[in-house]
């Protein structure tokens, strides 16, 4: 079975990651899994220009096929903030901060301007080849936190069609239609068709 290496040291993620990837022959390991303790700085200027970068690096130590997702939440009444600084919003890495975070900046704004979406690129990246999928959710911000599934901001993101929070979705139901659900399924339909170099 060949190896598929996700670079991530986020735990939601690689939760959500295996489940999307299994079941397509693959070996698939975290960066815990290997036992290898890196945070790649995040310089790009975009969800897809980051992937590349947290891909690129920790291909360079793993060789073989690695996969990366750079993701975020964009906020219409916020400008699209945090957008690519998401996991440092207001300078915290508590979850429960940032999205308490975006609840109190968004206080007493009604529901038509609480627009906001999930972005996710998602890049493999070989000995040979780079390429990005990129897949977005659209929904709007609750007025307060609901759930305890996911990770991040799902407490706070409410999807209309489901009327409920990301928070409340079980991670199968997440991964039908979320951002990374999106991104991953065209890279695994990729891996499916993998020819071996
Ligand atoms: P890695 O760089 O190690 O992958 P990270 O958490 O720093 O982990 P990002 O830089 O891509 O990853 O930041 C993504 C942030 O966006 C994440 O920490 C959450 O705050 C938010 N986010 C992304 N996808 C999300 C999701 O499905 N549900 C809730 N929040 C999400």
């Not at 219409?76 to 900046?105: C, H, M, V, W």
């Not at 991670?171 to 695994?188: C, D, M, P, V, Y």
Request: a negative charge; glycine letters at 8%; proline letters at 3%.
């Amino acid at each position: 079975m060949r190896r598929l290496v996700i670079a991530t040291n986020n735990e939601g993620k690689v939760k959500e990651i295996k489940r999307l990837l299994a079941g397509y022959d693959y070996e698939v390991l975290s960066l815990k899994d290997l036992d290898i303790n890196i945070d790649v700085e995040e310089t790009g200027s975009s969800f897809e220009e980051n992937s590349l970068l947290k891909a690129r690096t920790i291909q360079k130590l793993t060789g073989g096929m690695v996969v990366a997702d750079d993701s975020g939440l964009e906020v219409d009444f916020l400008n699209g903030a945090p957008g690519i600084y998401s996991s440092r919003f207001l300078g915290t890495s508590s979850e429960k901060k940032q999205y308490e975070g975006i609840l109190a900046l968004l206080d007493g704004i009604p529901d038509e301007y609480r627009n906001a979406r999930f972005r996710c690129a998602a890049s493999l990246v070989t000995d040979t080849d780079e390429m990005i999928f990129t897949g977005t959710l659209e929904g709007k911000i609750a007025l307060k936190p609901k759930g305890d599934n996911g990770f991040g901001y799902d407490p706070v993101f409410f999807i209309p069609e489901f009327r409920k929070t990301m928070a409340q979705l079980d991670t199968e139901t997440k991964n039908q239609i979320s951002h990374r659900g999106k991104a991953f399924e065209l890279l695994a339909a990729k891996l499916k068709n993998w020819s071996r170099p």
